[in-house]
């Protein structure tokens, strides 16, 4: 399935709900009953198919699962509370003490201090390569047990080849795992090019209304078993049904809102590119030959001295202050900012990422609109 239309229809469709209902209900409960002795005894022993106990196994959940496991051409996936229950219960089921982890830098900030600070406590060492070289990460990759990625990372927007590390960490035997939280299964299918897990954030665009922190792994199932047999159940991060529903929910607009951001992001950063306050634009779409089949809407842009960044922000007026993206609604946040964070090592100070930098989220205003506003802001904000 690669096709925009067979994924709208994949998405708006939905065959044979329980009740005749066309949305899939909230089944919000905690545990399933049985009708007899038997019949608890067969699904105990495996032999038959019914859920247990909603930690494990929900029908709205499932619901969210399967959709997001046939958008990324998987097998399987598993819905969690969280992007960061994804990657913890995914890398988790990979390593054990002993073992070397390689990631690229700008990797999503908590996702490093994890590696950080839980992996290394455990006796897992990770190395940090340069993902934009990929004679680099190749090279790193020789007796890793994991490698792990995110293209393009979400800070500066720095790119890998997947085709060509997934093809040789494939041969390799190295573990892989791409963060497609920014492409979203639209843009790029790591699991197509050979990756063997991919997590999302379901906080950002698949949720895409800001309401809801989630996260989803998806892959093989046999990657999938390996996470239900060692992690899943009991690291106890599940996605609930309400989460579930919004996740639903929000997956029916995910084309038409992807491509929005997509033409909304490309004519903003465009004209940010020309702006002579504007010393680069971290934007994937604007290059060439980027190996993705479209664009989101987040970028970064690096702004000349005369910038003044805190009065820039304090100039916005359409597009809010804040953390997170894939929402709505246009966000800037200022990498001076982040780079001052002091909870735990710093990915932003560790990787080397100018104060002149900051964040856009580009949502679902008119474009022109967006733009005035960044006009207004950098004439209040030229020294
Ligand atoms: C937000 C984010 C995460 C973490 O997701 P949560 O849902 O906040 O736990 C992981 N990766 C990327 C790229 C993110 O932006």
Redesign the pocket.
Known sequence: MTDFDDIATLLAHDDDLPGHAIVPPIVQTSLFIFDDYAALEATFRGERKQPIYSRVGNPTVVAFEEKVAALEQGEAARGFA????A?ATTVLSQLRAGDRLVAVEHI?P??FRLFEKLLRRLGIETVYVDGRDTQAVIDAMRGARLLYL?SPT?VVFELQDLATILDVARNADVTTVV?N??ATPLYQKPLTLGADFVVH????YIGGHSDT???VVAGSMARIAELDDLTYPYLGAKLAPFEAFLLLRGLRTLPLRMARHQASGLEVARWLAAHSATARVNHPGLREASGLAGSSGLFSVDFQPEIDIPKFCNSLRLFRLGV??GGHESLAFPAMVGLQQVAGPNSLRRFGVSDRLVRLNIGLESPSDLIDDLNQALEAASQ
């Open positions: 969280s992007g960061m229950g990657i999503y908590d996702a995110e979400s963060d939280s920014w954030s379901a906080s950002k922190v989630a996260g997170s993206w």
